[in-house]
């Protein structure tokens, strides 16, 4: 990243900063962008007003502002959106005319996230647990959004009142059924859209607001805006259930995303959102990247991908295998009716496939070729941690030999296979090596051996 004399800085102001994630999403947009801006964390212990004049005066690009100043700095702003106006906070300042407009990217960003996971508001009946300032937010974003009724459920009657007066679209309930007003038992069977929006879950032993298998089943998707951990109470409960979930990461992603198009006149295409919810993802949930093996014909990546997804307990995927069935041929097949190419063709398909459906937590054993296109080298460090396995030649050989689902080693003469492997090795090794953030030799060592060096490695 450049930093000069024309360099943008942006920035995002609060209290405690220390441990903000948006300068992991603001700046990696920038560089793939190819944007000449910085994003930096600003800590204010007083006086918003002045800390807004300030950067107003230093010729800032762009502001977030989070806790606790959402609601005081609208006093410092020249204009404020109609959206932020409606919810009552701000959390991104632009440049506008002797000051900054404010805007709150929170909801849109929340409705963007929820549009990339296929989740339609308008017209449906939407369930809210929680009634805080995340609710009301929530709610107001699902009435302006088209949403057709929102049961909002709350410990407390009058707060769930309280935002319910946004619009006639809100009924508030109680837990219990001495609520006054009712209680979330009287919500008619259907199939509903719920957001989890209290604190639950932020804290290990947290329990469930509503703990009732019969309320969940009610639910056809969950959303919880608690990012961390990444599993929590209601997103537990939903799992059990076979219902569809996701967490509020997507929505911290948006609403920087959303922020950054507006400071900049820009629409960030989605494969560069994909950049950063990948960057964002590693820093949030460090320990949970995909592990991914590579390695030549005979290397082990099979087997220890099989030992290390039972040992980790994490879902495994071997790319041939999903290339087979997703084909519906054996790879010999595809190599005599597509060639070497065509095969690297449908290769590089189910590696982005792949990339695309497992965000983490997987164990991924490649093709031995899979690194000779530079895209699938790009894609497998975007993948996760990727590690080579080693085997030298003499120990290739006496793995391989007598295989016949490795197209490109069928040989019934020995002395030519092991030239074949040994220069193909010597193709390949700089490429590995190129796309490997680990090195592992497998040489003289058992599966349980290697599979041990790998979680050492990975410090899991």
């Known amino acids: 990243m450049r930093i000069d004399g024309k360099t943008t800085v942006l920035g995002v102001i609060g209290n405690p900063i220390e441990h903000t994630l948006s300068p992991v999403i603001h700046n990696t947009i920038s560089e793939k962008m190819g944007i000449n801006a910085i994003y930096v964390p600003i800590k204010v212990e007083y006086d918003i007003e002045k800390a807004v004049q300030g950067a107003e005066a230093m010729g800032f690009g762009g502001l977030n502002i989070t806790v606790p100043y959402k609601q005081d700095v609208m006093k410092s702003l020249v204009e404020v959106d109609e959206l932020a106006e409606k919810i009552g906070a701000v959390n991104t300042l632009v440049p506008a005319s002797d000051g900054f407009k404010g805007y709150n990217t929170d909801m849109p960003g929340l409705f963007r996230a929820l549009t990339f996971h296929g989740v339609c508001l308008e017209g449906k009946e939407i369930v809210v647990i929680g009634a805080g300032g995340a609710s009301r937010a929530v709610c107001a974003m699902l009435v302006h959004y088209g949403a057709e009724k929102i049961y909002l459920i709350n410990r407390s009657i009058d707060k769930a009142q309280d935002i319910a007066s946004l619009s006639e679209k809100i009924v508030p309930l109680g837990i219990t059924e001495n609520d006054s007003v009712g209680s979330y038992k009287d919500i008619p069977e259907g199939e509903y859209i719920a957001f989890q929006c209290t604190s639950l879950g932020l804290r290990a032993g947290d329990p469930l607001l509503i703990d009732d298998d019969d309320f969940y089943k009610k639910i056809s998707y969950g959303y919880d805006l608690i990012y961390n951990p990444a599993e929590t109470p209601f997103t537990l409960k939903l799992k059990s259930l076979g219902i569809p979930y996701n967490n509020g990461l997507t929505m911290l992603l948006y609403q920087a995303v959303i922020a950054y198009e507006l400071w900049f006149d820009v629409k960030i295409p989605e494969e560069i959102c994909e950049k950063a919810r990948r960057a964002l993802f590693k820093k949030v949930y460090r320990g949970c990247d995909n592990i991914v093996l590579t390695g030549y014909m005979g290397s082990g990546k099979s087997t220890v991908g099989r030992k290390l997804a039972e040992k980790l307990e994490r879902i495994y995927i ?81 793995r391989v030999k007598g295989d016949s689902n490795r197209p490109l080693l069928s040989s019934n003469d020995e002395e030519e296979l092991k030239n074949r492997i040994e220069t193909m090795i010597g193709q390949r090794r700089g490429y590995y090596e190129l796309s490997a953030d680990f090195f592992i030799d497998t040489n003289k060592k058992n599966i349980d051996e290697i599979v041990d060096e790998v979680i050492k490695s990975a410090c899991l």
């Open 318 to 398: 071997d790319v041939d295998e999903y290339i087979v069935e997703s084909e519906k041929k054996s790879i010999p097949q595809i190599f005599e009716e597509a060639g070497e190419e065509g095969f690297r063709m449908i290769e590089t398909r189910a590696l982005r496939e792949i990339h695309n459906k497992y965000f983490g937590n997987a164990i991924i054993a490649t093709g031995g070729g899979v690194v000779l296109k530079q895209e699938n080298r790009e894609i497998l460090k975007d993948m996760g941690n990727v590690f080579y396995l080693f085997a030298d030649v003499e120990t290739t050989f006496n």
